[in-house]
């Protein structure tokens, strides 16, 4: 493991390994240092408020109403924790804290004696919080470390750290042949203006694409390497392959990235247009077996071979979205048709969530390519994303897109990093350029989705629509 870290470690995966587990046990050696399993004691200071005794005894504890002492309930899971902490939080309780025991079962018991004060916790973590932390710590471990062995053609061959004068993420191999992957993803959704965005950003002189298609006519947008080469999932993959499909080494994928076209340009970042990198896991059950969510996301993959990556994402309203891509996708598709597909869609998520998580649902392979309601909540993919990311994750909307394209691109070169544009010179690149990928007109004389379909899909998404828009602090998201 000390090897890793004095500069004889040969690979990136075992690097990231073990950078990981030196993390975890310093997280865990400073928890456990201050907040040891054994049973412990930690103090309180006080301050001022008002309130009634009532709220200690609906969380738990017995008042003597004639001496005024007030005896501690034992309190053996995290929903009475917290009722505890309302309790202690939320007025005067004529009595005092003296200390809070914690027994290697993990129960808390509160110590009590006569004295009106008046209390608030002045420690910024407590022991259940940090053991916490430390357990979500050790299953991300034990998910990437199933990544790991899953892609360990593709760690084996990253290099401990790449060029730093090169804004795509770049090196050379152990042949001495220069090798770049993609420093920007526009991640997603499907039917969002993907493609048409991908377009516009090949105008700016300081990104590019990548070399896949033989044809350099060909769009160079989208590969699929992440999110179904790499395990060898092929496109048509619904619930079960239909046979065995060998996965595409990575040494295969490098010779299409596009490294020839930024070694002489260090300036140059590639892009990664493949929008589906944002949800797509399918098959994740059946490689996985007996685990109730993916053990990892596309955004924690990508996050290891190139953490310093811009990631965006383009959404729109997922009722359009829905219909735009039935239309895209669909033959012989009617209105009519579409509203029964989507109530039977519709019973088969909500089925779902009564018996799994929202995460099982939305990433599950088991929807077809027509119909595809779980991605319209963003904010179950989304928020994967933003956790790995942070900062470097700029969701837009089309709409916003479509109304203000140059601000919004403007808006989207910042966040890449690359130079502002002349504004002047993008109108006019924008005005004399037309829009990619739309559904044609045969499409489109199929007719609007009904009333009643729209406002079942509107009901249906307003809640996710809400929750992303807190997410991303931005009403614009809630699609109205």
Known sequence: MLQCFTGTCKSRKWKLKYGIKLLLLVAAGAALFEYPIMPVSFSYSYTTFNKTDSSLEQ????????TGETSAAVFQNETENVL?????????????????????????????????????????????ESIDKVESFLAKEKSLQILFEESNDVFDLLPETYMPDYKSFCWYDSQEEFQCLASVYLAGMPKCGTTDLFDKLMWHPQLTEQSHCEKATDSQKEYFYWSRLRIGRPRWFLAKPKG??????????????????????????????????????????????????????NADLIHAVTPDAKILAMVRNPTERLYSE??????????QKFHLEVVVELKKFNSCLEKKTLKNCCYSSDHGLKLRIALGVYVCFISDFLDVFGGNLLTVSLNEYHSTPIETLTKIFNHIGVTKPNLEDLGNFIENSKTNNVNTIAKLSIGNMLNETEKLLDEFYSPYNSELSKLLGDTKFLFR
């Open 84 to 128: 505890v902490d309302e309790a202690l939080q939320g007025g005067t309780v004529g009595t005092e804290v003296l200390s809070f025991q914690r027994d290697e079962r993990n129960t808390i018991t509160p110590s009590f004696k006569q004295k009106t004060t008046h209390i608030k916790p002045s420690l910024n973590q407590n022991l259940s």
């Open 59 to 66: 969380a738990g504890y017995d008042t003597n109403k004639d």
């Open 326 to 335: 039935y239309l895209y996708f669909g033959r012989g598709g009617t209105p």
């Open 244 to 297: 065995p499909v060998p996965k595409q080494l990575f040494s295969q994928f490098l010779a299409g990235t596009g490294s020839e076209k930024v070694k002489n340009n260090k300036e140059a970042r590639i892009v990664d247009g493949t929008p589906s990198l944002l949800w797509d896991l399918r098959g994740w059950e059946t490689r996985y077996p007996g685990l109730d969510e993916p053990p990892y996301h």
